[in-house]
């Protein structure tokens, strides 16, 4: 007795006998999408592909072409370069690894989902009806794939400079902020006299006062040579932070 075919091999058996043409959105709704990307195709091709899940890569005989995992493999990338450049530009005098922790955020898997959230991209993909009530994981992956398979199919379509401005207008600066605004201000304080080459900072303990179980701590932060800024907490720790936050923007104006 010959055992059954594996469940893929089946669908792929059975979808030789269905159409090869690639789902499309209708004219009106595709509009509605370009209008939300900001970009129009030249080729829509690009973006019926990049809105393709792998989930029905069955459809066409297992074909990679047909999904938009390759566009998400290239989108990744220049994805990667963009976002490089920007923070570059927007934080000339920041160190390596102060750059690396914000740039893992703004191109992580969550940030592009959200990204795609924000457009209402997942009300357009082309995936398997079992995609839609197994959702897993603290985002959705596929709409975060889809993002970066749109920035491929800009790029293919009309280049670098229509990508730089697709992930410009919809990476906003104020996700660059919060981004920034998330890093720990001693970690910042510490990187920013690395790069000016300044001592690094001291924390002081100025005063502890209330109860045992409410303590407060006032601390001062201090490089020398350039400045000190004091700070309360309920904690040291707590208080430590917002000294140096305190003094970094103090020293970033100058």
């Known amino acids: 007795m010959s055992k059954p075919r594996p469940k893929r091999k089946r669908l792929r058996a059975a979808g030789r006998s269905l159409p090869r043409k690639r789902p499309e959105l209708e004219a009106e709704r595709r509009e509605a999408l370009e209008k939300r990307l900001g970009y129009t195709f030249k080729n829509v091709e690009w973006l019926h592909r990049a809105l393709t899940h792998p989930s029905l890569i069955d459809n066409y005989d297992g074909d990679a072409q047909f999904s938009n995992q390759r566009l998400e493999f290239l989108g990744d990338r220049v994805l990667g370069l963009v976002m490089a450049e920007l923070l570059i530009a927007k934080?000339?005098?920041?160190?390596?690894?102060?750059?690396?922790?914000?740039?893992?955020?703004?191109?992580?898997?969550?940030?592009?989902?959200?990204?795609?959230?924000?457009m209402g991209l997942g009300d357009y993909m082309f995936v398997d009806a079992s995609m839609l009530k197994n959702k897993k994981g603290s985002y959705d992956k596929s709409v975060?794939?889809?993002?970066?398979?749109?920035?491929?199919?800009?790029?293919?379509?009309?280049?670098?400079?229509?990508?730089?401005?697709?992930?410009?207008?919809?990476?906003?600066?104020?996700?660059?902020?919060?981004?920034?605004?998330?890093?720990?201000?001693?970690?910042?304080?510490?990187?920013?006299?690395?790069?000016?080459?300044?001592?690094?900072?001291?924390?002081?303990?100025?005063?502890?006062?209330?109860?045992?179980?409410?303590?407060?701590?006032?601390?001062?932060?201090?490089?020398?040579?350039?400045?000190?800024?004091?700070?309360?907490?309920?904690?040291?720790?707590?208080?430590?932070?917002?000294?140096?936050?305190?003094l970094l923007r103090d020293l970033l104006r100058g």
């Open 144 to 246: 975060a794939d889809a993002v970066e398979a749109i920035i491929a199919g800009i790029y293919r379509d009309s280049g670098m400079d229509a990508a730089r401005d697709f992930i410009k207008r919809h990476w906003v600066m104020e996700i660059v902020e919060r981004e920034v605004s998330q890093q720990n201000p001693k970690t910042r304080l510490s990187d920013w006299c690395g790069a000016n080459r300044a001592p690094y900072a001291v924390y002081k303990i100025i005063e502890q006062s209330g109860p045992d179980h409410e303590p407060v701590f006032t601390v001062q932060a201090s490089v020398e040579g350039k400045g000190a800024a004091t700070e309360t907490g309920r904690s040291r720790q707590e208080a430590e932070m917002a000294a140096a936050d305190r």
């Open 91 to 118: 934080f000339p005098a920041e160190r390596e690894g102060y750059l690396t922790k914000i740039f893992h955020q703004l191109v992580s898997g969550e940030t592009c989902a959200e990204v795609g959230e924000a």
